[in-house]
C-alpha cells in the first residue's frame, strides 16, 4: 500500500503528461514552472513532516470531519490550486500570457513530495484507508480541474475564473466528505460519494485517452 500511495501520483502526471502531449493548447507547464512546482510542494512536505496535524479532533463528529478538511484534503488541495491562480494572474498581468494555466498538472506535480512524506508516515503507523483513499482523492481533485474548465465557458472572464475556482474548492471539501464517510465506517455511503467524485476525473480521462488512441488532436482545456 506504500508503494501505490508513492507511485499512484506520479503515474497520474505522467499519464497527463502524455495527453498534453497530444493536445494542440501548448499549456504544458515550463522547467521553470515545474521547478517552482516542486519548490512550493517541498515546502508544503516539511511543513507536514514538522506538523503532521493542525487540527486535533475530538470524537468522530464535526471536529474530526474539518481535521479531515485542513490536515487531509484543503490543506494540501487549496495551496497548489490557489498558488496556480497566482501564477496565471501574474503571467497574464505582467507578461501579457492568456493560455488557460496547466492546472491538473500543476496540481499533480506539486502533491509528489507531499505523498512522499505523508506516504512514509501513514506507513509508519500502519493506516491502510490513508495510503490508498487519500492519493486518489487527490489525483480525482486534480483531474476534475481540467473537467470545470471545460464546463466553465462564459464571456465573462472574472466570473469563470470565480465559478472555476469555487468548483475546486468545493470538490476539495468533498474529498474531506469522502474521506470522513470511510473512517466512521460508513462504507456505503463512502463509495458512493468517492463514485461522485471520481467521476468527472474518470470522464475526462476516457476521453483524452480515446483521442489519443485514434490519433485525434485534442484540447484538453475544452474537454
Known amino acids: 500500500m506504500v508503494l501505490f500511495s508513492v507511485l499512484w501520483l506520479p503515474f497520474c502526471y505522467m499519464l497527463w503528461l502524455k495527453i498534453k502531449s497530444a493536445g494542440d493548447n501548448g499549456s504544458r507547464l515550463r522547467f521553470f514552472e515545474r521547478i517552482l512546482t516542486l519548490g512550493i510542494g517541498g515546502v508544503i512536505a516539511a511543513t507536514r513532516f514538522f506538523y503532521a496535524i493542525f487540527w486535533q479532533p475530538e470524537g468522530l463528529g464535526w471536529s474530526r ?42 496540481i499533480l506535480l506539486m502533491l509528489i513530495p507531499v505523498m512522499l512524506v505523508c506516504a512514509g508516515r501513514w506507513g509508519i503507523e500502519k493506516n491502510p484507508a490513508n495510503l490508498v483513499l487519500i492519493p486518489l482523492l487527490w489525483s480525482a481533485v486534480a483531474f476534475n480541474c481540467s473537467y470545470f474548465t471545460s464546463i466553465f465557458v462564459k464571456k465573462n472572464a472574472a466570473l469563470n475564473m470565480a465559478l472555476f475556482l469555487l468548483s475546486a474548492l468545493a470538490a ?3 474529498a474531506a466528505l469522502v474521506w470522513w464517510a470511510f473512517f466512521v465506517s460508513q462504507t456505503i455511503i463512502g463509495f458512493a460519494l468517492l463514485a461522485i467524485e471520481i467521476i468527472p476525473a474518470t470522464l475526462t480521462v476516457l476521453k483524452c485517452c480515446k483521442n489519443i488512441r485514434t490519433g485525434r488532436k485534442i484540447n484538453t482545456d475544452k474537454i
Open 65 to 106: 470531519f474539518i481535521s479531515a478538511c485542513v490536515d487531509y484534503m484543503f490543506f494540501p488541495l487549496t495551496i497548489p490550486i490557489i498558488s496556480c491562480f497566482i501564477f496565471a494572474c501574474i503571467k497574464r498581468l505582467f507578461f501579457k500570457e492568456r493560455i488557460e494555466p496547466d492546472w491538473t498538472g500543476w
Open 172 to 174: 476539495a471539501l468533498f
